[in-house]
């Protein structure tokens, strides 16, 4: 069993900053990617930053420049550092991680339970 906890979130202001946090427990070998996913009303999910355990990092072009994520691998950790936010960027965020646990050849899919974002004035 695999556990995502997500941490931050709320309310805030356009141009105003916030941040995501979530860590991963369990029977964990390594993990492969972590990552936020949103889903706004009546959307479906999608990508917004993934790294991958050699720190790669991979961001939606509509929040380049303005999103920051990293991760520690000690830790099994992911961070959304959100900057300079509009009404656009709200949704209910969701970490995400491509975990290997022991002694599995593949890798599995795991999701947080998710945490709401919203931007407005």
């Known amino acids: 069993q695999v556990q995502l906890v997500e941490s931050g979130g709320g309310l805030t202001q356009p141009g105003g900053s916030l941040s995501l946090s979530c860590a991963a427990s369990?029977?964990?070998?390594?993990?492969?990617?972590m990552g936020w996913f949103r889903q706004g009303p009546g959307n479906q999910r999608e990508l917004i930053a993934t790294?991958?355990?050699?720190?790669?990092?991979n961001l939606a072009n509509a929040v380049k420049g303005r999103f920051t994520i990293s991760g520690d691998n000690a830790k099994n950790t992911v961070h959304l550092e959100m900057n300079n936010l509009k009404a656009e960027d709200s949704g209910f965020y969701y970490c995400?991680?491509?975990?290997?646990?022991?002694?599995?050849?593949?890798?599995?899919?795991?999701w947080g339970q998710g945490t709401q974002v919203t931007v407005s004035s």
């Open positions: 995400h991680a491509r975990v290997f646990t022991t002694g599995a050849d593949s890798y599995t899919v795991h």
């Open positions: 369990g029977s964990i070998f390594r993990i492969a990617v």
């Open positions: 790294i991958t355990n050699n720190g790669n990092t």
